[in-house]
Nanobody, 115 residues
Framework: QVQLVESGGGLVQAGGSLRLSCTASGSIRSLNAMGWYRQALGKQRELVARISHGGNTNYADSVKGRFTISADNAWSTVYLQMNSLKPEDTAVYYC?????????WGQGTQVTVSS
């Protein structure tokens, strides 16, 4: 099993930046991809960004050009650089690891963007 711990959330003004980190530990032999999801109040959880082991990335349309996902060489930590933040980015952000045969989730970190 894999344990994920997120950090880097907080309160920021619109137009500002935050960098989220997710550190993975445990059994990651079958790690295929990692990603960031978010869930805003009253909304369903949605994909924000994903990076595969081969380095392919994809983003939600709402964050393209503003957010960047990356991972270190050892795949021990994945990052989400968030720039030009908007109030609608306010949500709990969750790290996800795709480890066959299932996915693992972190506890979430709150991001609040004020007007």
């Amino acid at each position: 099993q894999v344990q994920l711990v997120e950090s880097g959330g907080g309160l920021v003004q619109a137009g500002g930046s935050l960098r989220l980190s997710c550190t993975a530990s445990g059994s990651i032999r079958s790690l295929n991809a990692m990603g960031w999801y978010r869930q805003a109040l009253g909304k369903q959880r949605e994909l924000v960004a994903r990076i595969s082991h081969g380095g392919n990335t994809n983003y939600a349309d709402s964050v393209k050009g503003r957010f960047t996902i990356s991972a270190d060489n050892a795949w021990s930590t994945v990052y989400l650089q968030m720039n030009s933040l908007k109030p609608e980015d306010t949500a709990v952000y969750y790290c996800n690891a795709e480890v066959w045969p299932r996915s693992s989730w972190g506890q979430g970190t709150q991001v609040t963007v004020s007007s």
